[in-house]
């Protein structure tokens, strides 16, 4: 998220903590893999049904507690195994 709570992108995967062990030697720490957002954007209008759906983006300052309390609330955790 910016700092008016607009969507840059999203985390699709995370570096597997055993395989960078296995290779470096090391625990490598929060080192994550995202897609931005102006892709998954394009992805999303070019199905009406979700297109409608599209909020707009936020161009005016917000608050940072008002920009937590929102990316808290539309944050979710998907585990795929």
Avoid: C, W
């Amino acid at each position: 998220m910016d700092e008016r709570g607009n969507v840059i992108g999203v985390v699709v995967a995370k570096l597997s903590q055993r395989a960078a062990l296995a290779t470096s030697g090391a625990l490598a720490e929060n080192v994550n893999y995202a897609v931005k957002s102006s892709y998954l954007l394009s992805f999303l209008e070019s199905v009406p049904e979700v297109a409608a759906k599209l909020k707009e983006a936020h161009t005016k300052d917000r608050k940072f507690e008002d920009v937590v309390r929102a990316v808290e609330q539309a944050t979710v955790l998907v585990l795929v195994y």
